[in-house]
């Protein structure tokens, strides 16, 4: 073999040992960033840890959001992560996003009543109670001994004025939990506001004597109390929970709406001439509510119930649990 031959044979051996150097050295490299790169999204899908979410349940409600949301990027499909995030969602105002993550998780987990119960929080906030109705029912067939689905069906009926159909699902609430405070106190909302005012004194008055009762428990019995006249009792109910002042504008406010009055005096101001109204009758003597106003000049104009109040000057308005 000539000397420019074999100087041709070893260029071509050292050129291909060089091009396969070149491609093991890169071939390990790009290994090398894969495997990297798949260490690095196999951590950022890892589940937090119990400190990182103990950390951010502590935080600030969008800070706790964030982190939520986070989460359940990792795993959609998990449910307890997925009712947190909306939970989390719920305290920032984002009640539209928390709707969109859970009705996409009952997809997945349809039999989940904890999720319906979120679920229907979420549209009552947003006023839609027909949806909430559907849910909590849902809620309620899934686990009929959850009283507090019974209880919040009860709350949505009765927003939507189908107030027998409330106290149905009071009445199925209170027999899994008969000493439920807000059961009892809503039960209470509901017969007032269909015009059972005993009724809603003596559920009031169960609520109210529960460990757990509440100033909103004390404020509507008082306000139940004197819708019916019962002003010393109404006092004495209110007595802890307002300053005398207000108590005693809160009773006038009543005593104004329930029985309204004019002076015969002011009638007859305005009365045709030769058409004087009648002189008005002889104070009644004392009854059993000795509080109530007996004015000898006054004749009462109607004896129809007032329509509820809702006064947000003095306070007086009834308020559910």
């Known amino acids: 073999m000539s000397r420019v031959k074999t100087s041709l044979a070893v260029l071509a051996l050292v050129l291909a040992a060089t091009t396969t150097g070149c491609a093991s050295t890169a071939s390990k490299e790009e290994k090398a960033q894969k495997a990297q790169l798949e260490k690095a999204m196999e951590e950022a899908m890892k589940p937090a840890s119990p400190e990182e979410v103990a ?13 939520w949301s986070k989460e359940h990027a990792k795993d959609p499909e998990n449910l307890e992560t997925a009712i947190t995030f909306a939970k989390a969602l719920r305290e920032i105002g984002s009640d539209d996003r928390a709707i969109d993550v859970l009705s996409q998780e009952l997809v997945v987990h349809p039999d989940s009543a904890e999720l319906l119960m979120v679920l229907g929080r979420a549209l009552s906030t947003k006023q839609d109670f027909a949806a909430a109705i559907q849910a909590y029912s849902q809620a309620a067939t899934l686990e009929p001994e959850r009283a507090e689905a019974w209880a919040a069906l009860g709350t949505a009926f009765d927003q939507i004025d189908r107030h027998a159909d409330a106290q149905t699902a009071y009445e199925r609430a209170l027999a899994i939990e008969p000493n439920r ?25 169960l609520a109210d004597a529960q460990p757990d009762t509440n100033t909103r428990v004390k404020e509507n019995l008082a306000l139940v109390l004197g819708l019916q006249g019962k002003y010393a009792e109404m006092k004495e109910a209110s007595g802890g929970n307002a300053p005398p002042r207000i108590v005693e504008q809160n009773v006038e406010l009543l005593r104004e709406m329930v029985q309204p009055t004019r002076t015969w005096e002011a009638l007859a101001e305005h009365a045709e001439l030769g058409k004087l109204p009648p002189a008005p009758t002889a104070p009644r003597t004392a009854g059993p509510d000795s509080d109530r106003p007996q004015a000898a000049t006054s004749i009462p104009v109607t004896d129809a119930p007032a329509a509820m109040p809702d006064s947000s000057d003095t306070g007086l308005r009834l308020r559910r649990n």
């Not at 950390?55 to 982190?67: E, G, I």
Request: charged share 20%; aromatic share 6%.
């Open 55 to 67: 950390a951010a349940n502590r935080a600030d409600p969008l800070t706790k959001a964030n982190f």
């Open 181 to 205: 405070t807000s059961t009892l106190a809503n039960y209470g909302l509901s017969l007032a506001l269909a015009g059972d005012l005993a009724g809603a004194e003596a559920k009031l008055r």
